[in-house]
């Protein structure tokens, strides 16, 4: 699921032109550049946040840049995957020549970029989305993913940031995602990809597939099993999943219910509602899992 960018979309050929960009919220949270680059564009240099998924540095263009998707045969998409408590912090793309030598890069007005530095974030997206966005349901899942994001840094950064949509959330709203757990204890990994860790002492290794909307189930040796690449639209949802001779129940929602049932912690309450809220947002949205 990638929400359409309510920023720059005008085509104009005139040297490096970004696009577009969006944000992605399915498998992993990233900001897309779509871009149309300039023949004697060799390398593009990116900057991001220190520990984010994507390698900052920069790289060759080659033919791997260019999907074509549209008959252009200078066309690109870079996505740069973050994690939530990254939100706020820019990517910056540079585009230089064969002698690295910066190159000019404009929007799609035509318009050239202060010092020829093309920055965006997905605070930026969040924040540009209801100045040209008239979506109900996409102004509300971009509300829901920025208290979300409020939220984990507030968690991982010990800070106290407001967050808002979450006064009605209680754990009355966890109880359709209250099943037994096949192990002990369960965890959720909120980098920019989720994952969810089910702790057990009888790991089986095969990979197990459920029918439903989450990803593959896998074992492993070091005493837990996991789901991978958990996304936005998925959040929600309930799988089943057979090991052994158990049907297990399980949704990522699962490890929300028991923070709000044995956790004293408020920090990561306000984070899991947060994520409840983000999560009913992701999956009312077209190509959620409604």
């Not at 993913?145 to 991982?156: I, P």
């Amino acid at each position: 699921m990638t929400p359409q960018s309510p920023g720059y979309l005008t085509y104009k050929a005139r040297g490096n032109q970004a696009r577009g960009a969006s944000i992605t919220l399915g498998g992993e949270l990233a900001v897309n550049f779509f871009l149309e680059l300039h023949p004697d564009t060799a390398q593009i240099k990116v900057t991001g946040p220190e520990n984010s998924v994507y390698p900052t540095g920069t790289s060759t263009v080659d033919a791997a840049w260019f999907p074509n998707v549209s008959g252009k045969p200078r066309e690109a998409t870079l996505s740069y995957q973050i994690n939530a408590t990254q939100a706020g912090e820019p990517i910056t793309l540079e585009f230089l020549d064969s002698d690295g030598n910066p190159l000019p890069v404009y929007n799609s007005d035509g318009v050239r970029f202060a010092d020829d530095k093309l920055t965006y974030s997905v605070q930026q997206y969040i924040d540009d989305t209801p100045l040209y966005s008239d979506n109900a349901k996409l102004k509300a899942l971009v509300g829901s993913l920025d208290n979300y994001c409020r939220a984990a840094h507030n968690f991982f950064f010990h800070k106290n940031g407001p967050v808002y949509g979450i006064e009605d959330v209680t754990i009355a709203q966890f109880e359709p995602y209250n099943y037994p757990l096949y192990g002990n204890e369960i965890s959720l990994l909120l980098n920019a990809k989720i994952e969810a860790r089910i702790y057990s002492d009888n790991v089986i290794q095969e990979p197990i597939n459920g029918e439903g909307y989450l990803p593959t189930l896998f074992g492993t040796d070091k005493g837990y099993y996991f789901i991978y690449d958990i996304g936005a639209p998925q959040l929600a949802s309930t799988e089943t999943y057979q090991l052994g001779d158990t049907a297990f129940r399980f949704s990522p929602l699962t490890y929300s219910y028991y923070v709000m049932k044995t956790s004293d912690d408020d920090a990561l309450k306000t984070l899991v509602r947060a994520l409840y809220v983000y999560a009913q947002a992701a999956k009312a949205y077209p190509n959620g899992t409604d």
